[in-house]
């Protein structure tokens, strides 16, 4: 394995930094001072946030950093889509400019604002996110940042409005997509413009879905107490339109989609296994109230019994419990969830279960499947890249030309 993809190199070399003997830092993490010496030479894997996370915290080093993101690949539209960054950066701060009311500001382009063509963009941004394509999502996002800018630099009345609740459809889909790319301080970024527009907006939902959208920048930051904060003050402020049988199906589902927020932060270490799994009851809860066939794609979570499956996954196989995390919600069909990113995000955590249970071949499969499906969201996923580093370095001799592949695309060897 090339060292620069080493996170047991990157935890040694954080470690380092913060002046601690591998013993400090194993008791503090509740392991043995054999267990770190193995995840730094290699020969044991480091393939669960929660644990990542806390290393973090103890050494005082970005989680992002840990993880080695973002990865440039060269195949499957990587360089494409870390091209377009820097403009998608400039149009994000010039966007929080303009919602600041910023003196001196002239629009970027002169004319009428088509407004349906922007809103034609984001859905086709929006489509291309839950196809798991990012290097289209990257193309796309900084000509429509920047064109909502003008929109909301000269517009009023029902015109500004609207261009602003488009510029947080926008900033809300920059920041999926720049966290998947591995751009946690930029998608932050994304998230707080999404948040200043909402915030000139007077709409329950809008505020909802922005807190989501935080609560998403806040996990990838490891600020896991913070995520529950952000997400049950949201919580606190849907409940009267949640609740009783007049209520609207979309608050509903973002109610439900902010408790799969809270399990994944209580699951990568806020809280207890209890937490955990009661977070997850209250969304399937939520997610049976609205019906087998509701998912939410209008907001973006694409919240529904599917989606409660998918978080379930990803949670069992965080607090060790990967085989409950798999039945936590029975009778669900994954392939019918209406959304290619999160059916990806289900496979690449029942590989990481399947593995943890002993089931390597199976989880080689797995993997393979989502690549199949979704190569670039697969190659660039760190905890993917982790599993499929701990399946070379234990060998899967029946899966050996699939692993191989696998190897080859990720680019973990040179």
């Given amino acids: 394995m090339s060292t620069s993809e080493s996170i047991g190199a990157r935890v040694r070399i954080a470690r380092n930094a913060a002046g601690m003997t591998q013993r400090e830092l194993a008791e503090q993490l509740g392991r043995t001072e054999s267990w770190l010496a193995n995840v730094e030479s290699e020969r044991q894997p480091l393939d669960r946030y929660s644990v990542i996370t806390a290393v973090a915290d103890l050494c005082d080093v970005d989680v992002v950093w840990l993880l080695g993101q973002p990865y440039r690949l060269q195949s499957n539209g990587g360089q494409m889509a870390h091209a377009y960054i820097p403009a998608l950066r400039n149009g994000l701060r010039r966007a929080g400019l303009v919602l600041s009311g910023h003196p001196g500001l002239a629009p970027s382009a002169t004319g009428l604002v088509d407004l349906a063509g922007l809103r034609e963009g984001l859905r086709a941004a929006n489509v291309a996110r839950q196809a798991a394509n990012l290097p289209k999502v990257a193309t796309l996002l900084p000509a429509l940042v920047e064109d909502l800018n003008t929109a909301v630099l000269v517009s009023s009345g029902s015109q500004e409005a609207e261009a602003l609740r488009l510029l947080v459809d926008a900033a809300r889909t920059a920041r999926m997509c720049l966290n998947q790319l591995g751009y946690a301080d930029l998608a932050w970024s994304a998230a707080e413009v999404a948040a200043g527009a909402a915030a000139r907006l007077d709409d329950p939902l809008l505020k909802a879905a922005v807190a989501w959208d935080r609560c998403g920048a806040l996990l990838h930051h490891a600020s896991l107490r913070e995520t529950v904060a952000v997400a049950d003050a949201a919580l606190a402020e849907l409940e009267p339109y949640a609740a009783g049988r007049q209520h609207d199906p ?38 049976d109230r609205l019906g087998s066939q509701w998912y939410d794609l209008e907001l973006h979570t694409v919240f529904g019994r599917g989606n409660v499956a998918v978080h379930a996954a990803e949670a069992g196989v965080e607090i060790d419990q990967p085989d409950a995390g798999l039945k936590r919600v029975p009778n669900v069909d994954i392939e019918g969830v209406p959304s290619r990113e999160r059916r990806t995000h289900f496979r690449i955590d029942k590989a990481r279960a399947l593995h943890r249970m002993g089931r390597s071949a199976q989880a080689v499969v797995k993997l393979r499947e989502a690549a199949a499906d979704a190569p670039y969201y697969v190659y660039a996923h760190p905890m993917g890249r982790a599993l499929v580093a701990d399946l070379a370095r234990v060998g899967v001799p029946s899966q050996a030309s699939a692993l191989s592949g696998l190897i080859r695309n990720m680019q973990l060897v040179h």
Avoid: N, Q, T, Y
């Avoid at 973002?254 to 408790?259: D, E, Y």
């Avoid at 990568?268 to 977070?279: I, L, N, T």
């Fill in 250 to 287: 979309r608050l509903v589902a973002m109610r439900g989609a902010l408790h799969l927020r809270c399990s994944i932060a209580f699951a990568r270490g806020a809280g207890s296994k209890e937490d955990v799994w009661g977070r997850v009851g209250a969304a399937l809860a939520d997610a």
